[in-house]
């Protein structure tokens, strides 16, 4: 069978099942769950000791409230579990692919994930396509933080071009100007455009102080931080566009996507169990929020089961689409600050945090930018960096930054604090 047929084939479950109950759901959900234990308590000697630490079988997960019993999987036990990747992984999962994530909380760690993982990430991008009527023939563009250089393509890419015939395609570096992405998605005419929403925000901001429209932009897609309300009014009452977020992570793939009819997010049922837990694990109720906990049912290469992202929401009710897929009302995850360059410049903050436990062992970082020069970086360390390794780490990060900012490096023994809301930002800007 062709990758296409594969993914043809997906996508039609994927129509039918969010049809069914969340009862319906919930069974589909246990039974994976219990096929996804028992493969990872023989191959995965980290969570072996989990389900024993717990009391547990891993046919017990096919009882209602079971998973409630084992205690949450953190990211920094994820960081340090050397034993926590399954020593086999079956065939038909294969290949494998290492991705890397400093996530919500500013510490870095590896997972690896499979060719079926892949698959539900293409199937549940799709979804959201379908679901939002996105009109595959007109011009897309994407601003993201791993396209490095300025992109044009005659297709979208996949998934959308494996199944559609699809206009082209504009990709833009996240660390261009915020002048020059509002100058090529204008000459551009992009219809569709995929953005970061602090981007976005300085879109909008740079649009209004400009009186700049895009006459041609009818949808945009937010992903990859928070998406505040006021940031989604302003864009949408200033390009007269619809705005649909997509709550995603590098480890577990699409986790929510945007309800077209109530606008609250649909989790991705099939592939994952997301639960909004207080600080005892437990669940919460409708309208409370809590941490999410993260159950990937089809990494069956490394057991992200209970993993506690570091992400914040609040749980939400049965939506009145009809869809069962359970929701989620509010996100509340990070915002990336834009940095302020020298010049007064405003881009996306690529931070170079993929090499860092290859320079030194750091646990944990943050940037504050205190102004136009200046940037605090704040380290957690398994131990003390040598003279030589901060030397290299400096380096490493003013040429991520892209300017040789002053950085001065500040200690942390344990963990570096969290704002005064309780939410984590690995870089923040001051700067004016």
């Known amino acids: ?157 996949a998934p959308a071009a494996l199944l559609r015939k699809t206009g082209p395609l504009l990709g833009l570096p996240i660390t261009m100007s915020i002048e020059g992405q509002a100058e090529r998605i204008g000459k551009f005419a992009a219809h569709t ?47 007269g566009a619809s705005v649909a977020d997509m709550y995603s992570s590098q480890e577990a793939g699409n986790i929510a996507l945007q309800c077209p009819v109530s606008g609250l ?39 992200l089961i209970r993993y506690d992202i570091g992400d914040y929401a609040e749980a939400g009710p049965q939506c009145a689409c009809g869809r069962g897929l359970p929701t989620l009302k509010r996100i509340l995850g990070r915002e990336r600050n834009l940095i302020r360059m020298p010049d007064g410049s405003r881009h996306w903050t690529l931070t170079g945090f993929r090499k860092f436990r290859e320079i030194a062992p750091i646990i944990q970082y943050q940037m504050i930018q205190s102004d136009r020069e200046t940037i605090e970086l704040r380290l957690v360390t398994a131990r003390a960096l040598t003279p030589d390794e901060e030397t290299r780490l400096i380096a490493h990060v003013q040429t991520a930054l892209g300017h040789a900012f002053t950085l001065k490096i500040a200690y942390f023994t344990d963990r570096i604090p969290a704002g005064p809301n309780g939410k984590f930002e690995e870089f923040i800007s001051l700067a004016s």
């Not at 296409?4 to 099942?17: G, K, M, N, Y």
């Not at 409630?68 to 079956?90: H, M, N, W, Y």
């Not at 895009?214 to 990859?224: R, Y």
């Open 1 to 157: 069978m062709s990758a296409v047929e594969i993914l043809s084939r997906r996508l039609q479950f994927l129509s039918a099942s969010e049809r069914k109950t969340c009862e319906e759901i919930e069974v589909l959900q246990r039974n994976s769950l219990v096929a996804l234990a028992q493969h990872c308590a023989v191959h995965s000697a980290h969570f072996r000791r989990r389900l024993n630490a717990a009391g547990l079988k891993a046919d017990d997960f096919a009882a209602p409230g079971v998973l409630e019993k084992l205690p949450l999987l953190s990211r920094r036990e994820l960081q340090g579990a050397t034993d926590i990747f399954c020593t086999a992984v079956p065939k038909v999962h294969m290949p494998l692919y290492e991705t890397r994530t400093s996530g919500s909380t500013g510490e870095p760690v590896i997972v690896w994930r499979t060719a079926i993982n892949q698959l539900d990430w293409l199937s549940t991008t799709m979804r959201e396509h379908l679901w939002h009527d996105r009109d595959f023939l007109q011009p897309f563009c994407a601003i993201r933080a791993n396209i490095s250089n300025e992109v044009s393509l005659n297709n979208w890419g």
């Open 193 to 239: 455009l995929l953005v970061y929403p602090s981007d976005l925000a300085g879109l909008v901001q740079h649009c209004e102080a400009h009186n700049i429209v895009f006459p041609a932009l009818k949808k945009i897609i937010t992903v990859g931080e928070t998406l505040y309300p006021h940031v989604r009014a302003d864009a949408e009452t200033l390009f």
């Open 265 to 303: 997010y649909h989790v991705m049922a099939e592939n994952l169990i997301v639960e909004v837990v207080d600080s005892q694990g437990r669940s919460v109720r409708e309208g409370e929020t809590g941490r999410l906990a993260i159950t990937d049912l089809h990494n069956f290469a490394t057991p």
